[in-house]
């Protein structure tokens, strides 16, 4: 007897119970292979394919197009034999299942939801019913783990659950069978799968057939109308002339009121499906007018268009739910500084608004329908007026984040002059991201505002009392939240209360003060330029920069090649900097530590030896592993990965020179430079000349050493030369430092520098203000020659010499003048969003100057990725951080007073010796100071600076109290525990706190 097989109705969404039937692709009797389209149905978010698992032919009765079926039940058959177009009626019918991984008898399936945008498959964590149990319609029978967290898995028909069951801990496909519903307990299978992380693997367990005398039940296919709601069953508009429209879709529009004419589709051959129709967005007039109206009595007159215009608005309000937050501002020092800068309020009030915003863009997005957010970078404020009939007028000041406080006085008097006579052009006042109603000036003591679709957020203004004036933002819900509204009316309030620091020198200062950012850079969105290109974005150097970059753009769906002329990701940072150098300081340590070991009362320890071939063989093996795991995780994510080296041949063309075979070119979208910067060798003589014997080495090939050198010359005292010398001294060697300036250690804070100095000199000898002379001999016999401040002249013998003299961008053959990009110095100039001076090219890391830091290339990467993304992102090097791996270690976060103080901050600082510290004195780490920087005004902490041993660890806390702008009050209250070094933030924040205190009242 031949075989009939069901083709049912998939469920395609949790959401989806039903789905209406858009196209049949094949006809009765037509021959089907496995994976064949044959239909295509329309769920409640798109069309989607129907794809039959069996090969055979297609039979009747199949249901009716814009027939709406309910999920797992039959579309039409698949049967064995050639010919039979329509199976009989009471046929006994096999049913199969929509995917192969678990047959299953008759039952409809109870499917993996899709649970969020990403999720491709969930693991099974519980099962809250049993096989055989009675399930309600709405139960949740399961709970599954998505990529974002554990959700329920809810049924949406009544039955009992029957196996076979997905085993806890299985791995299961979105839209594939977890478990069934058959609607007879004495059906039910209770047997259990066990799905592989490979989960398309067909699970062979055997399932009973149905039997004989009780034919599984099929539903057939339903010719009822689709409901789309239990409230409508609207008639489905007519098809748009010359269109396609989903049934669905029609049915959707009759209901949401949506005209058809006129829409885009984004179904196959742009027919018009349910989700354009949602996104057709009524106007805010359709929005009003559909709500239902309450009679009023009286005679009525008709509105203006402008009354009309804020009725619809007010009314389509109605759409968003909002909340207010209020916070009370004393607004004396901004009024006179205004004054001062002869700017109105409302003028230093908007550019306050929008400073405050460049650290809460959220503030100046919008809710979209459906589903999506508008992000925008641009400020334009509406700001009410009076007009002189006594209406209210929104004009918008448009740019403000880019414009100085003189230009927008500018713009501000003509919109005023043109508001109070209600001429405006529509350009003036249509399309604010935020807006601002001051009614201060007519007395009311609190009031809220209404935002309208496509702001997120309104602020009012009431008038000044005795605990300063209420700014209340009502925002929209869906935008943003509690949090976000308070962070942001607490910046507004230190921004407004301390208008020195930003609007003495007008925008320009006021930016960098505020935002830490230079205020040039704060220009519109960049996204990848349209085209047909090879890659949308490449990426030149796969150091930290260029890796974090590409593989943010790759995790976003962004096709991205990364060109790196060395075998493996990681660049400078694993090959020739952090990674190995560290490997040499763990070993350093352990020498180190073990020297103090007998006054803790341990003997014996303090005689440890260098096994130079193992320490070699760790660092070897920590830098391959490394290396192996990054290039494993980028191709893993998609990055295309080419060895070879990148040179630009015009704006959208790069050469790649691989190591092998033919140089090739790609075309490109948008670029990202992220090269690094090799050591810089200055010209002193025989420094340069003897690199290539090995007798003068750099940062570059220091690795290539074949045992640590009896005697180093280092010439420059900076983080690599000092992290270099104490190694090194660690681990035996007499070293001798010379550098030309009066101090070492210029990048690190003065006192830090300082004490950190005094320790090192106790080690090796340093040489300041020294004159080089010239680097001479061979490798284990070289003569470094120098004279001292007084010029005094003398010859160190070494068996090396490093040139710790810096690093330096090199960017010669990018051939970066054929594509507009230009250079600072040898370093790449770019804005705070790291974009160059041609539009569609970024640069990051050390190519860049600045620190020359990992984490800071990583960072800048991500920024840029970001930008390339749409979202306007900056770096901030006021948070950024960095260790000298010296001991104590140095460290920094954010700003020093100094630094603060450059910046028109009003900074404070307190510091505490290690060694007054508990843990310090009971492990001798007694070494060092930790200090915190706070903002006078504000009491955040700007910044904090350490000279301890484990600064590599306890800096993470500096970074969240900078990077989370911590005040001293809660570092103060926040508990540490006894007995850590982490106790001295507390202490630290207390004293501070304690000494404004006093000097407060003074
Ligand atoms: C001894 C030493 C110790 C250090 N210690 C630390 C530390 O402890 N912490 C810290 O944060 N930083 C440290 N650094 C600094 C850190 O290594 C760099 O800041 C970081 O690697 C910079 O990253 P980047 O992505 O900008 O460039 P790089 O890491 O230099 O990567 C650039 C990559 O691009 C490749 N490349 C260059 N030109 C081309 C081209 N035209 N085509 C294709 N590929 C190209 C290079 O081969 C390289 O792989 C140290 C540096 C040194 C030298």
């Known amino acids: 007897m031949s075989q009939h097989y069901a083709i049912t109705m998939p469920q395609l969404s949790d959401t989806m119970t039903e789905g209406v039937v858009v196209t049949w692709e094949k006809q009765p009797g037509d021959r089907v292979e496995r994976g064949d389209i044959v239909a295509t149905v329309e769920t409640d978010k798109a069309i989607m394919d129907v794809e039959v698992f069996k090969a055979g032919y297609l039979a009747g009765p199949l249901a009716d197009v814009g027939a709406t079926i309910a999920v797992g039940a039959a579309l039409g058959y698949i049967t064995d034999t050639a010919g039979d177009v329509a199976i009989a009626a009471g046929e006994v019918v096999e049913e199969k299942a929509q995917t192969e991984m678990i047959p299953h008898h008759a039952g409809t399936p109870i499917v993996m939801p899709q649970l969020s945008d990403t999720m491709t498959e969930g693991v099974v964590v519980t099962w809250e019913k049993q096989p055989g149990e009675a399930i309600k319609r709405g139960d949740i029978v399961a709970t599954v783990e998505t990529d974002k967290a554990i959700m329920d898995v809810e049924v949406f028909q009544d039955g009992f659950l029957s196996g076979p069951i997905a085993d806890v801990g299985s791995v299961v496909e979105v839209g594939h069978p977890m478990a069934f519903i058959v609607d007879d307990a004495a059906k039910a299978n209770d047997t259990g799968v066990t799905i592989s992380a490979e989960h398309k693997v067909k699970d062979t367990h055997k399932v009973a057939p149905p039997s004989a005398d009780k034919p599984a039940h099929i539903p057939m296919p339903k010719a009822a109308p689709a409901q789309i709601s239990a409230a409508g069953n609207v008639p489905p508009v007519p098809r748009p002339q010359g269109r396609q429209a989903s049934p669905y879709a029609r049915k959707v529009a009759a209901q949401l009121g949506v005209n058809l004419t006129g829409l885009a589709g984004s179904g196959p051959s742009g027919v018009i499906v349910a989700a354009d129709v949602a996104r057709a967005r009524p106007s805010m007039q359709e929005v009003a007018h559909s709500l239902p109206q309450v009679d009023v009595p009286g005679q009525g007159r008709a509105m203006t268009s402008m009354e009309k215009a804020v009725s619809h608005a007010m009314t389509a309000s109605l759409t968003l739910p909002t909340f207010d937050v209020t916070v009370n501002i004393d607004t004396a020092a901004l009024t006179a500084a205004a004054k001062a800068n002869k700017v109105s309020v409302t003028v230093a009030i908007a550019k306050a608004c929008s400073l405050a915003m460049a650290k809460?863009?959220?503030?100046?997005?919008?809710?979209?329908?459906?589903?999506?957010?508008?992000?925008?970078?641009?400020?334009?404020?509406?700001?009410?007026?009076?007009?002189?009939?006594?209406?209210?007028?929104?004009?918008?000041?448009?740019?403000?984040?880019?414009?100085?406080?003189?230009?927008?006085?500018?713009?501000?008097?003509?919109?005023?002059?043109?508001?109070?006579?209600?001429?405006?052009?529509?350009?003036?006042?249509?399309?604010?991201?935020?807006?601002?109603?001051?009614?201060?000036?007519?007395?009311?003591?609190?009031?809220?505002?209404?935002?309208?679709?496509g702001i997120a957020a309104i602020l009012a203004i009431a008038a000044n009392g005795p605990q300063g004036t209420p700014f209340t933002i009502t925002g929209d819900h869906r935008v943003l939240n509690g949090a976000d509204v308070a962070l942001y009316l607490a910046t507004l309030k230190q921004t407004i209360e301390a208008p020195d620091a930003w609007m003495a020198g007008g925008a320009t200062v006021a930016t960098e003060a505020v935002t830490g950012k230079a205020a040039t850079v704060s220009a519109p969105v960049s996204p990848i330029p349209e085209g047909n290109w090879d890659f949308p974005v490449v990426v030149v150097g796969g150091g930290p920069g260029g890796e974090d970059c590409a593989r943010d753009l790759a995790d976003h769906g962004v096709k991205v090649m990364m060109v790196n002329n060395e075998p493996f990701p990681g660049g400078e940072c694993l090959w020739r900097g952090c990674i190995p150098s560290k490997a040499w300081r763990a070993a350093a340590d352990v020498i180190r530590n073990r020297a103090h070991d007998a006054e803790m009362g341990v003997d014996g320890t303090n005689t440890p030896k260098l096994n130079w071939a193992q320490v070699e063989k760790h660092r070897r093996w920590v830098q391959t592993s490394r290396g192996e795991m990054a290039l494993k995780a980028d191709k893993g994510m998609k990055i295309d990965v080419r060895e070879g080296y990148g040179e630009f041949v015009d704006a959208h063309t790069l050469k790649i020179t691989p190591v092998e075979g033919e140089p090739y070119t790609v075309s490109f979208g948008a670029a990202v430079i992220a090269t690094g910067a090799p050591a810089f060798v200055p010209p002193i003589p025989g420094a340069r000349e003897n690199l290539a014997t090995g007798g003068v080495v750099t940062s570059d090939t220091i690795w290539n050493l074949a045992s640590p050198p009896k005697k180093l010359g280092i010439v420059g005292g900076g983080v690599i030369g000092v992290e270099m010398a104490q190694i090194f001294r660690d681990f035996g060697t007499e070293v001798l430092m010379l550098e030309r300036n009066e101090r070492i250690l210029a990048e690190i804070e003065d006192e830090i520098a300082k004490a950190l100095i005094a320790s090192l000199e106790k080690e090796i000898t340093v040489v300041t203000s020294a004159d080089i002379k010239e680097a001479s001999g061979k490798p284990g016999a070289m003569k470094l020659r120098y004279a001292?401040?007084?010029?005094?002249?003398?010859?160190?013998?070494?068996?090396?010499?490093?040139?710790?003299?810096?690093?330096?961008?090199?960017?010669?053959?990018?051939?970066?003048?054929?594509?507009?990009?230009?250079?600072?110095?040898?370093?790449?100039?770019?804005?705070?969003?790291?974009?160059?001076?041609?539009?569609?090219?970024?640069?990051?890391?050390?190519?860049?100057?600045?620190?020359?830091?990992?984490?800071?290339?990583?960072?800048?990467?991500?920024?840029?990725?970001?930008?390339?993304?749409?979202?306007?992102?900056?770096?901030?090097?006021?948070r950024d951080c960095g260790v000298t791996f010296s001991r104590p270690q140095a460290g920094f976060v954010g700003l020093s007073v100094a630094q603060a103080k450059a910046k028109g901050i009003d900074a404070v600082e307190a510091k505490m010796p290690m060694s007054i510290d508990a843990k310090a004195m009971i492990t001798g780490e007694t070494e060092g100071m930790i200090k915190l920087v706070a903002d006078k005004v504000t009491g955040r902490i700007i910044g904090v600076h350490y000279l301890a041993d484990h600064t590599d660890t306890l800096i993470g806390i500096g970074v969240m109290m900078v990077a989370g702008e911590m005040t001293l009050t809660q570092v103060a209250k926040a508990i540490f525990p006894h007995p850590t070094q982490t106790e001295l933030f507390g202490e630290l924040a207390r004293r501070l706190l304690n000494r404004l205190r006093r000097t407060a009242k003074k």
């Open 360 to 453: 809460f863009p959220r503030m100046n997005w919008a809710y979209q329908p459906v589903d999506k957010l508008v992000e925008r970078a641009n400020h334009d404020f509406g700001v009410a007026v009076m007009s002189n009939d006594g209406g209210l007028v929104v004009p918008i000041l448009h740019g403000i984040e880019k414009k100085s406080l003189e230009a927008l006085q500018g713009d501000w008097t003509g919109l005023v002059e043109r508001a109070r006579v209600r001429k405006l052009a529509p350009s003036e006042y249509a399309n604010p991201t935020f807006t601002i109603s001051n009614m201060g000036m007519l007395g009311v003591s609190h009031f809220t505002a209404i935002p309208t679709p």
């Open 788 to 878: 001292n401040k007084e010029g005094v002249e003398s010859v160190f013998d070494c068996d090396v010499v490093l040139m710790a003299t810096g690093k330096r961008p090199d960017t010669s053959r990018l051939n970066l003048d054929k594509v507009g990009v230009e250079l600072d110095g040898a370093a790449i100039k770019v804005n705070a969003r790291c974009q160059t001076s041609a539009p569609h090219i970024y640069a990051v890391g050390d190519v860049i100057g600045g620190y020359m830091l990992a984490h800071t290339a990583a960072t800048q990467g991500r920024v840029a990725a970001d930008n390339l993304l749409g979202h306007a992102s900056e770096y901030n090097q006021d």
